[in-house]
């Protein structure tokens, strides 16, 4: 299991918006994560439970303060998450890792500009925003397909032959939007009546997207608010995903029915928004909740035998 410096991690509990996250500091001790240790941290009933597990790094590359890592509770390592890249900032500044405010945080596909207000809020610049299928990557190819605006929506086909759960649609309508992550968006008449657990795994694992897909549910209440619920790759639904928000304001203002900037209301808070066609920045709170320790390779140990 190796030595016990290695075995005892330190961590904190936080959580953006109810999106919840076991965070880890990977500057001043050494972190050695693994699928494995991912999904025994994430574990709601046998590990401490989060949707994500987020580490901080040192940068490798000059122009970043840090490296922000995140892994989902199946072990996956993914892109980008907006709610945890709040807390990120929060976590770099509580933890007397640095008092620079913007902090530039390195990212799988880029640089990500956070910066901690007096109000308790944090907001995030998040990056880049794209709409063609190959940026998630998404195959389109042979879907009927109809322009919103200047969106372009696509019909993906769920349901087929005797084997398909029932209730589910045969298809549904969606808007592709890359965040650094991908995302599938679909306009929703009231999402606490939405299929979200029946047509959330559907979309996530679809074929058509070679890399899942983060799948949104959202219900337009004006011009400048939303609910949303969103069933997150790797992660399930979560009470609120920050780059699922970016999405579907982005989708939204494309297809004509918002302006920014624009609330966002998740089951588990607010966010907020502002999105011009080129900058992108959503803000909201990071909040921490408890720290402890944790001997990882005994955790792994006791799933194991768990399972």
């Known amino acids: 299991m190796g030595d016990n410096a290695t075995m005892i991690w330190h961590f904190t509990k936080m959580h953006g918006a109810g999106n919840d996250f076991v965070v880890l500091d990977g500057v001043r001790q050494s972190i050695d994560m693994t699928p494995e240790r991912a999904r025994a941290l994430g574990d709601r009933h046998f590990g401490i439970g989060a949707d994500q597990i987020l580490l901080v790094e040192p940068a490798t ?3 970043a303060d840090f490296r922000y890592r995140i892994f989902n509770s199946d072990g996956s390592e993914v892109e980008h998450c907006g709610n945890g890249a709040r ?3 929060r976590f770099v500044h509580e933890n007397g890792l640095s008092d620079r405010n913007p902090l530039r945080a390195q990212i799988a596909t880029g640089i990500l500009v956070l910066d901690e207000g007096d109000d308790e809020q944090v907001t995030v610049d998040m990056g880049s925003t794209r709409f063609s299928p190959a940026d998630l990557p998404f ?3 042979g879907l009927a397909s109809r322009t919103q605006g200047q969106d372009t929506l696509y019909t993906l086909p769920l349901a087929a032959g005797d084997d398909a759960p029932a209730g ?9 939007v890359a965040i650094s992550n991908p995302h599938a968006v679909q306009l929703v008449e009231d999402v606490d009546r939405a299929p979200v657990h029946l047509v959330g795994p559907a979309v996530e ?3 058509r997207f070679a890399r899942r897909v983060n799948a949104g ?3 337009v209440i004006d011009r400048h608010d939303i609910r949303l619920r969103v069933y997150e790759r790797g992660a399930g639904e979560t009470l609120a ?19 920014t900037p624009v609330r966002v209301q998740a089951r588990g808070g607010m966010l907020t928004v502002d999105w011009d066609g080129q900058a992108l920045r959503m803000t909201g709170p990071a909040t921490s909740v408890y720290t402890g320790t944790v001997d990882i390779d005994k955790l792994v140990f006791s799933m194991a ?3």
């Open 61 to 63: 590359v000059p122009d």
């Open 87 to 89: 807390c990120f900032v």
């Open 241 to 259: 995903c920050g780059t699922g928000a970016c999405a579907a304001v982005a989708a939204g203002i494309r297809r004509g029915l918002l302006d």
């Open 305 to 307: 035998l768990n399972r």
């Open 205 to 207: 694992s679809h074929p």
């Open 168 to 176: 589910l649609p045969a298809s549904v309508e969606i808007s592709v």
């Open 139 to 141: 195959d389109a190819a």
């Open 217 to 219: 549910f959202m219900q």
